[in-house]
Structures are given as structure tokens and as C-alpha cells.
């Protein structure tokens, strides 16, 4: 028989995860996700995903969160806003841009610290109970049990998108075998707006939701290789970001609404939203390793960032 937790206890978790410095959660069941198997199955088949073998894998898992814990009855979403603002971050001349989510530490640390800390405070409660967390990590479908979990919607970027921070933030998950009542799914906010589709200066977003990886300036410069040459009309079209790309965010109305995250963790510290051509060129490897340490840019090495300058316009 099934129990549903009791919605005090729910209540509880709501409560400590605002403690933990979470800034929206939801609860969501964990039924497969047919339809949206099917479209990613498509997406792959076509190529979409260029380089980026390891999405053609665990197909049946990847939309079926049940399948990564056994006896999981509800996913945990929570979501930290990571927005800074910068009213002038606008690439000087031989300056290219680094993405917003990159200019604090590492969000990976940062919030599986957090779920950590939350799974347990559920275990405390449940002891019988499993917990997974996972960020931006393994084969979870976390876009799309934000939506379930009513913490935001899915924008035409395929990015989640809140009333309250815009699209500025990230995702953190549990999977619990405990059964909570879920939370009604987000609606669609977007209306007729197609912003991030008409400002895409790679024409990336191939229509509202699905984006061509091959044609993104974040895929290039972040998820390639560094010895694989950027083509010349991703180059071309760059405007000057070096890691990362804003663009389809910087443009979205809801974005107006962003607000400064109170994570400081996340929050600017050395003013190294952009890097110079000249910085780039003359950087050492372990000058690299001791800056960025901390950062998500050390993902790419610095041997990455040599090859990105080609990005940077003069």
C-alpha cells in the first residue's frame, strides 16, 4: 500500500530547504516521459547533439527516473538564482565575454552541498528512506521534472524559466522513495514572444524548445574538445563570448525580473566576467589552475581557452 507523506512533513522539507539557501522547490511524480523520449530520440538521430556521444546512451533511463533508484516514488526540484548584475557587460575590444552562470565558484559543489545537507534531513525524517542528488549530473530529465515539479517552465531557449529570477538559476534534484504529494506542473508563460529565437546569432534554436547543439556558441566553446577547430560561421557570429553564451537570455523579457542571488557563493568576486585576448594568449598553466580553480570554466583547460580566442573580435 501506498503512503503518502503527510503534507506537515512536506511542509518540514520546504521549510529546511529555504534554510540551505534554496530559492523555489517542487515536488514531482516520477511517471516516464513518453512523448519527450521520443522527440530527444529524433534530436539524437539527426545529429543534434554533435560530439556529445554520452547522450546516446541510457535512452530508457534518461526519461524514466524510476529506473536510477529503485522504489523511487517522488522527485525533489529545487532551484538557487544565480543572477549577478552587470550593467556593463559588454565585451571591451579584444575582450570576449564569459557566461553569467561562470562568473561565481563552481555551482556543482555548491549546491550538492546543499542537497546533500536536504537528503539528510529526509533521511532523519524517513529512515527507511533512499535518496539520490544529482546536479546537472548522470541521465536525469531535471528540465523536465521542473516543469512537473511546478518550479518553472521550459522556455523556447529549452532553458527553465521562473516568474520570480528568470531563467538565472540552477537545478538541483532529489529522487526519494518516499511518496509525496506532487505539485501542480508549471504553465507555459512565453506566449507569442520569440525573442530568443529571432536574437540567436547562430540561429541555434531551431524552433521553440529544441536547440541544435551544433549550432550553439556555449556547445563550441564549452562542450568540444579543445583540439576540434571552431567553424568559421560560429566564429563569425561569436560576439566575442569566449565561454558560454547569454545571448538567448540576455534578450528574454521575463529576464527583467532576475534578481541579485543572495548565494555568495555565486556572487562576483574578482570582476573576471570577460578576458582579454592578450590575458588569454599569455596565461601559464598553472596560473590558469590556481585562477580558476574554483570556477566552471577550469573544465575546458586552458588549452580550451587558447582555442576560444578566436572567438574574440577586434
Sequence with gaps: MTIIVKKSLKLNIISYSQKLGFDKIG??????FVEEKEVFRKWVDEGRHGSMKYLERNLEERFDPSKILEGCKTAIVL?????????????????????????????????????????EKISEIFPDSKNMTFVDSGTLPEKLLAVRA????????????????????????????????PDEPHKDFCG??????????TSAIIKPGLVDATRCISYWTIETKSYIEIPLD???????RVFGCDICQEV????????????????????????SKEFIQNLTNEEFKIMFK?????????????????????
Design 294 to 314: 574554483d570556477r566552471s570554466l577550469k573544465r575546458i583547460k586552458l588549452k580550451g581557452m587558447k582555442r576560444n580566442v578566436c572567438m574574440i573580435k577586434e
Design 27 to 32: 515536488f514531482a511524480s516520477v511517471e516516464p
Design 79 to 119: 532551484a538557487v538564482n544565480y543572477f549577478n548584475p552587470d550593467k556593463n557587460h559588454i565585451a571591451k575590444i579584444n575582450s570576449g565575454k564569459i557566461a553569467r552562470y561562470a562568473w561565481g565558484k563552481d555551482y556543482h559543489k555548491i549546491i550538492k552541498l546543499k542537497l546533500i545537507s536536504l537528503a
Design 192 to 201: 507569442d514572444c520569440t525573442k530568443c529565437l529571432d536574437d540567436c546569432p
Design 150 to 181: 511546478g518550479v518553472g517552465w521550459q522556455g523556447k531557449n529549452s532553458l527553465i524559466l521562473t516568474k520570480e529570477f528568470g531563467s538565472y538559476v540552477f537545478l538541483g534534484i532529489i529522487l526519494t522513495t518516499n511518496e509525496f504529494e
Design 234 to 240: 560560429i566564429v563569425n557570429n561569436s560576439r566575442s
Design 252 to 275: 528574454c523579457p521575463w529576464n527583467r525580473f532576475a534578481k541579485p542571488t543572495e548565494e555568495t557563493e555565486f556572487q562576483v568576486k574578482d570582476n573576471r566576467t570577460e578576458l
